[in-house]
């Protein structure tokens, strides 16, 4: 840590503590131009910032040691294709696998982008094969029923996007989901499901996630189950991995297997062929405009200066809050229902990445890293947990997402739900006193019940706002925290792109599932999974 970073620190920690006594309602009543100066707008994106405990000169520190941290710099190392992963020894470059067609993004010297283009052309032709019903099933009938088997982030992106973006893109082609090693998952969606008219996409970036070995086996048995066993399976498989053999081994032909790379980490990979259950669902053009949104906030993240830098305001915000201002966590809350599963799409994002306690140079963090992340759909969580935003005892930053436009809801639906979603951020900064309310009677309850039903707001929280819900949009919000997920990294000094902290309880179901073989229990466990496990041996139901 050098001098800069100590200095500019320690200014950021005195003017936290100022913020016990200073509150945000009061800098609008104080500053006319607050709302316009602390709104930034980008790849279709607006953000306002304005309802945070922050004036300009916390702005202006806080972006001064985004710049102490070398951003500038390692933004560079990114695009250069330095292995920044370097636990890994791996580049990082998802931002290739949007980027225009003309770019020339190198990985170890060697040029990616013809590599890029050669998979989304295959992409294509996969697409365009089953929307016209020419790709045929071992009986003879058109597939019309895909099934992506993945997890992670081999599931959240390609299963938010559909959500997303489906009603309003439909195609020939429906798309599920199987993610959960729980047999009910599978179970629920085959069950609607006709063996002879099913494709199955494995989509697992290593090939060896045991969930998803899984839930393939049973697939690939389902199909053999009632499907004549003659037939040659293999046109109802489809896998995508950087690992393309073990693909081959499980039995998909070479010509249906496509390639990832390692420069790809899993949440930063729905823009590469494991976006292919995103352009059956939507078509291969409109997952083009969702590659064309992520590039133009690509484009503005590495070109705009830190001050107007959407993603880089948004990481400093969040550092504000988490480090000097002691937020545990924050709450995504979009106003939009197709966004429901954008808060678990942006969990594994942030949480996985910078979940993290050592730094780059291997020494402990001295602050905290990533926040916990959770939220879920406004007006549905305003009768769940925005009591506790109201009225509870923590610190809690919100982002409010809100389309300012629906084509498909009913008249006076998107007025009430704008209402709802800029009355709770209004309603979180500046709360209501005791003093202004009124006294019901004069029981004693009557006389206390105003200090019930104060609420204390100068809560924080940012707004941002897209013209409506679309391919291009959703590209761009995607890319937004994607970027702010790495500049949070950068400024924490942690590798954001590996996920070590998952092996031990990988390593540690294995054993366990070896002692459920053996049925003996290993006496190196610890008391309680001992009893758990011997519990679950003894009541446990056979195969
Ligand atoms: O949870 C660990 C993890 O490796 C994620 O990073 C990844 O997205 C997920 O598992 C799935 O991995 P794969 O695509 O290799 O099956």
Redesign the pocket.
Known sequence: MTGTHNRLRAEITTLANGWRTRRIDQLFEQDGARATDFTREAAGLTLDFSKNRLDRHTLKLLLELAEAHGLRGRIAEMYAGHPINKTEGRAVLHVALRARRDHDLQVAGVKIGVEVETVKTRMREIVEALHHGAWVGATGLPLTDVVNI?????HLGPFLACEALQDEHPTPVKVHFVSNVDGGDIGRCLAGLTPARTLFII???????PE?MLNAHTARQWLQATLPSEVDLGAHFVAISACPDRAIDFGVPATRVLPMWDWV???F?LWSAIGLPIALAIGMNHFEHLLAGAEAMDRHFHTAELTDNLPVLLAMIGIWNTNYLGAESFAVVPYEDRLAQLPAYLQ?LEM?SNGKRVTLNNEAVESHTAPILWGGVGTNVQHAFFQLLHQGTRLVPVDFILPLHNPFSPPGHHDMLVANCLAQAEALMTGRTAESLEVRGDTAADIDLPLHRATPGNQPSNLLMFDSLTPHTLGALLALYEHKTFVQGVVWDINSFD?WG?ELGKALAQTLLDEMASGQVGTHHDGSTRAALSRYLRRRSPD
Request: no cysteine.
């Open positions: 993945g997890i992670g982030g081999s989509a697992s970036k290593s090939f060896t996630t998803t980490g899993g949440r990979s594994q996985e996920q998952v």
